[in-house]
């Protein structure tokens, strides 16, 4: 943008950069970056949170199992009411994609840490793993009567065609509007963030507004990081739904 | 007159019995309420009694906002993206091009209908019956 050092130097987009951990040359497929070394420490958190947390496994619930059962009967409560009694089965994939992107987002909340769901090659793969596997699994259940989901027996029969083609494409808009939101809203606040602390670094004295805006912005991103990770989740739930039920 | 009083007591009992649990655990009502005649006091118990709609979290509809936009915008993106592989494919870029942008708004526009029904059933849900 401008000259090093010198007026205003905004770039929001640096902090996304993927760069080899232990400074190869070349990016290939296998190398360790700063993606693996986020993702393997949101790994880490994870378990750090449900074994620590019911390590002492008390009659009594203390602080951090009390957490930890909160977090765990808030999903399976999530999995109950939105894809039924027998989605139960697929509980533990669910809890375990809640507390990924939970954390990540979390993680990716401080400063100087990479956010690795705010790369749509990961929210992607999320989204393409419960596609393929909710697909598979209502073909799997009811053979071909999951085509079922595509075809409207409520609207009248000629109309009926055009409506599966609609449908069909919907569930196909289903995995990218899924990955995008994601995302989308972690890099767009994260980006915002950098932003504003370009024009902290301009403004000398002044630079108090910016401050405060960030501080405002980053109490924003912390309910947006929860409740994205809750969106994913509750959506998860709801094609789990659909593949286990295909008849409207 | 008591037997009509007795009768509405226990319908009222009933109601209280029937509604849904947050509002069953309200407090009794106080003394300075217990005036006035048995009427007047069931119709303020009923009134009390009455679930009310709790408004969603302000977050909850920006979040809803934000799904429909993005679903619109990734059905157009998709269609687009279907109809471009397929032309190119087979012939007749621009007829298909455009046949499976309209599809793919169409569909964007389904699911938003979808979300939206959805959120209303959960709406009603909460406002328990």
């Given at each position: 943008m401008a000259a090093e050092g010198q007026g205003l130097v905004v770039k929001?987009?640096?902090?996304f950069v993927i760069s080899p951990l232990f400074g190869e040359a070349q990016l290939l497929w296998y190398t360790p970056s700063n993606v693996t070394l986020w993702m393997f420490l949101t790994v880490i958190a994870v378990a750090a949170f449900f074994l620590l947390g019911t390590m002492r496994r008390a009659e009594v619930p203390g602080r951090g199992q009390m957490f930890v059962e909160l977090v765990y009967g808030f999903v399976r409560n999530m999995v109950e009411t939105v894809?039924?009694?027998?989605?139960l089965k697929f509980f533990p994939i669910i809890l375990t994609i809640f507390m990924f992107i939970l954390l990540s987002n979390l993680l990716g909340l401080i400063p100087m840490s990479f956010t690795t769901t705010s790369h749509i090659a990961v929210t992607a793969t999320l989204a393409l793993t419960v596609f393929v596997s909710v697909t598979l699994l209502g073909f799997y259940k009811h053979r071909l009567g999951f085509l079922k989901l595509f075809w409207i027996s409520a609207a009248p029969l000629p109309l009926r065609p055009v409506l599966a083609v609609i449908e069909v494409m919907s569930y196909f808009v289903r995995p990218v509007s899924h990955s995008i939101r994601l995302a989308g809203n972690m890099m767009a606040g994260h980006a915002m963030i950098k932003v504003f602390a370009a024009f902290a670094g301009i403004l000398g004295f002044g630079a108090f507004v910016p401050i405060v805006a960030i501080s405002a912005i980053y109490a924003l991103e912390l309910l947006v990081a929860i409740i994205q990770a809750y969106v994913f989740t509750i959506l998860t739930c709801v094609y789990l739904r659909d593949a286990l039920h295909p008849s409207h | 007159m008591t037997r009509e009083v007795l009768t509405e007591v226990g319908s009222l009992s009933i109601h209280r019995a029937s509604v849904c649990l947050e509002t069953e655990l309200m407090p009794h009502p106080k003394k300075s309420e217990m005036s006035g005649t048995i009427q007047s006091r069931i119709a303020t118990a009923k009134e009390e009694l009455r679930p009310q709609a709790i408004a969603p979290h302000p977050a909850e509809g920006a979040q809803l906002a934000w799904r429909m936009a993005i679903d619109l915008v990734a059905g157009i993106g998709v269609g687009a993206a279907i109809g471009y592989g397929l032309g190119s494919l087979i012939g007749y870029l621009p007829i298909l091009l455009a046949a499976f942008t309209l599809l793919g708004f169409a569909a964007g526009v389904n699911l938003m209908m979808r979300s939206a029904r959805e959120f209303r059933r959960q709406q009603e849900e909460r406002s328990c019956n």
């Open positions: 929001p987009m640096d902090q894809a039924g009694r027998d989605a | -």
